[in-house]
């Protein structure tokens, strides 16, 4: 793989698990996993502690379990005191180990003050706030004259034309703004929708005649796509009308 891309970095993965005694010993044994061997014959760039399903089938593991991996990880720096270690954990294979987003926080401060250089999370798109939050407008940008793209937080549904409105409000000092303030201050204007098509987590909207200079966008009528997720009946959400996005 070097020989035909040398200008990309490569990281190895391995198992870790919470437990007492040589727990790389026992990977090694158990699992046939060996890191500072995989390290010496790869010279990887990085390389990450994948979280072991002893560890992450555990329905109340706190976020910060993986102080207790601190036997493989001096293991590897001692070895190779000058490669990056990151951790990774689970968050949402299965209904018991969804994770919300406070606890995926708390993880990843805990890794960083743990010494790791980074962390990442496997299913990230399925953690607890994909079930419980609403879709919210990120960014928006236009894309035509008469076009807007709409980025959301996650997956959308192609809202009705009909049911979907849209306003505009003015952005006079050309930057987003404190809305708690202005919401009952600033007028709104009901713009006239021609097209809404959804494609992932993003809303492509046809507006006749869209104000020409930079205005803050209000949506009401976005919902996301329950029927999608890996977990059932769970149910759907709505954004919220005073989530709105600025339309540079």
Known sequence: MRDVRPDI??????LAVSGRGDVPGQLREWQGLDAVAMIGCVAPDMHV???????WMRRRLPPQYTRGYARIAQSIRAAYPGLPLGV?????S???MVRDREWTQQFGATALEGGYDAWTAYEYHLGGYMYDEPPKPLKAERSAEDEVVISFSKRIATPSVDELCIWSREDRAGTTRDLSRHLRNDSLTLLELVDAVADGNRLLLRIRNLPAGAFSLRLDG???TPELWLLKGRKLHRNLPEDEVRVP
């Open 88 to 92: 990774q954990a689970d968050i949402g």
């Open 9 to 14: 970095c490569v990281a190895t993965w391995s």
């Open 222 to 224: 976005v919902q996301d």
């Open 94 to 96: 299965l209904a018991r």
């Open 49 to 55: 502690l994948q979280t072991h399903w002893p560890d």
